[in-house]
């Protein structure tokens, strides 16, 4: 529960990711302070002063300091953005070796600060560390999520609203799963502009030729790749993400979204002791109520096989608990 007045962020790594986490928190101005943490403590305190430059034009005042562990104990929201950096043509689940030996001693160092409040994965593969992150740090559920399918469902949602030249945010739905390969739409749940977007492409045919439901999901999937081989990697999508889930946090709103989650046994989704992404109540206590979808056999048959992608993959580290 964010309890107090004064509220604190620590981003750890200040990378692409974490540097473009950082603005965008501060752009917005959603903390009193916000705190960086690098293992080279230049980058940190480079990171700090650079954007501490252009307080003096933002909306909203926010302390901007490098740190060290001891002030995540204090924190609100802890983000962990440390990790390899991303290869080309290498997926998200190819990084996992690289990745548990950086987040690894980082949780120990969070764990052993105290830290009380919500732990915010980033780093990929983000479902496996997420669930890893639940276990070596001991928090309670509620308090440890993963970024997981919220940026593919922003992506959805984009090229949903670039193909038909109107708002994204006219879309209502979900991608669940993975943060993966294995992520899917359960397109019998998304709406558009009063109906079904299924309906919707199937009333306007002939604006759309060629356009498929199956293709839709296909770009979502592929977006970071297509954006990692265009500019190298992606920073402004997942920092705009993390912001909009720092914001629901810290501002206490009560909003939907699809995080990466521990998945136990709730309604007909019949998967336990896994972290994948579903649309969740997200709120200054963190991960609430999940939303029963009602999905459909294939759709169910889809999320299984995504939960065994993830839960193969948490074998391979569980080793280190
Ligand atoms: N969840 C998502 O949607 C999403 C999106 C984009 C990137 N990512 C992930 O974010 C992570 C960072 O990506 P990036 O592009 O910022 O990479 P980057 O190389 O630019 O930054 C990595 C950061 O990790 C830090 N780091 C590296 N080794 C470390 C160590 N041994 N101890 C402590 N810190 C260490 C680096 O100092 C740097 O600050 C990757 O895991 C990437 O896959 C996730």
């Given at each position: 529960?964010?309890?107090?007045?004064?509220?604190?962020v620590v981003v750890i790594g200040?990378?692409?990711v974490g540097?473009?986490v950082?603005?965008?928190?501060?752009?917005?101005?959603?903390?009193?302070?916000?705190?960086?943490i690098?293992?080279?403590?230049?980058?940190?305190?480079?990171?700090?002063?650079?954007?501490?430059?252009?307080?003096?034009?933002?909306?909203?005042?926010?302390?901007?300091?490098?740190?060290?562990?001891?002030?995540c104990?204090?924190a609100?929201v802890v983000i962990v953005t440390a990790g390899p950096?991303?290869?080309?043509?290498?997926?998200r689940?190819?990084e996992l070796?690289?990745a548990i030996?950086i987040v690894d001693p980082i949780l120990r160092h969070i764990a052993?600060?105290?830290f009380?409040g919500i732990l915010l994965m980033v780093s990929n593969p983000v479902d496996v560390l997420s669930w890893f992150a639940w276990k070596r740090t001991?928090l309670?559920r509620e308090q440890v999520l993963g970024s997981g399918a919220a940026l593919?469902?922003?992506?959805?949602?984009?090229?949903?609203?670039?193909?038909?030249?109107?708002?994204?945010?006219?879309?209502?739905?979900?991608?669940?799963?993975e943060h993966g390969?294995?992520?899917?739409?359960?397109?019998?749940?998304?709406?558009?502009?009063?109906?079904?977007?299924?309906?919707?492409?199937?009333?306007?045919?002939?604006?759309?030729?060629?356009?498929?439901?199956?293709?839709?999901?296909?770009?979502?999937?592929?977006?970071?790749?297509?954006?990692?081989?265009?500019?190298?990697?992606?920073?402004?999508?997942i920092a705009?993400t993390i912001?909009?889930l720092v914001?629901?946090i810290?501002?206490?709103?009560?909003?939907?979204v699809s995080i990466s989650t521990l998945?136990?046994?709730?309604?007909?989704?019949?998967?336990?002791?896994v972290f994948l992404s579903?649309?969740?109540?997200l709120?200054?206590?963190g991960v609430?109520?999940?939303?029963?979808?009602?999905?459909?056999?294939?759709?169910?048959?889809?999320?299984?096989?995504?939960?065994?992608?993830v839960?193969?993959h948490c074998?391979?580290i569980?080793?280190?608990?």
């Amino acid at each position: 529960m964010v309890t107090s007045n004064r509220s604190r962020v620590v981003v750890i790594g200040t990378g692409s990711v974490g540097s473009a986490v950082a603005s965008a928190i501060v752009q917005q101005g959603l903390c009193n302070e916000l705190v960086l943490i690098n293992h080279n403590p230049d980058k940190a305190k480079g990171l700090a002063m650079d954007l501490a430059d252009g307080l003096e034009f933002l909306g909203r005042f926010v302390t901007i300091r490098p740190g060290s562990w001891a002030d995540c104990q204090c924190a609100d929201v802890v983000i962990v953005t440390a990790g390899p950096k991303p290869k080309p043509g290498e997926t998200r689940m190819q990084e996992l070796g690289a990745a548990i030996d950086i987040v690894d001693p980082i949780l120990r160092h969070i764990a052993d600060s105290g830290f009380d409040g919500i732990l915010l994965m980033v780093s990929n593969p983000v479902d496996v560390l997420s669930w890893f992150a639940w276990k070596r740090t001991g928090l309670p559920r509620e308090q440890v999520l993963g970024s997981g399918a919220a940026l593919d469902t922003a992506r959805m949602k984009t090229i949903i609203g670039e193909l038909t030249h109107l708002d994204p945010r006219l879309v209502s739905g979900y991608v669940i799963g993975e943060h993966g390969d294995s992520q899917f739409v359960p397109w019998s749940t998304v709406s558009f502009i009063g109906k079904s977007f299924a309906q919707y492409l199937e009333d306007n045919r002939s604006r759309y030729p060629g356009v498929t439901l199956a293709g839709i999901e296909e770009s979502t999937r592929r977006r970071g790749l297509d954006i990692k081989g265009l500019r190298g990697g992606t920073s402004y999508g997942i920092a705009a993400t993390i912001a909009g889930l720092v914001r629901t946090i810290l501002w206490n709103e009560r909003s939907v979204v699809s995080i990466s989650t521990l998945v136990d046994g709730e309604y007909e989704y019949g998967e336990r002791d896994v972290f994948l992404s579903l649309p969740v109540a997200l709120d200054g206590n963190g991960v609430g109520d999940f939303v029963d979808l009602h999905l459909s056999g294939d759709e169910l048959s889809r999320f299984h096989a995504s939960a065994a992608v993830v839960r193969e993959h948490c074998a391979l580290i569980a080793d280190r608990l």
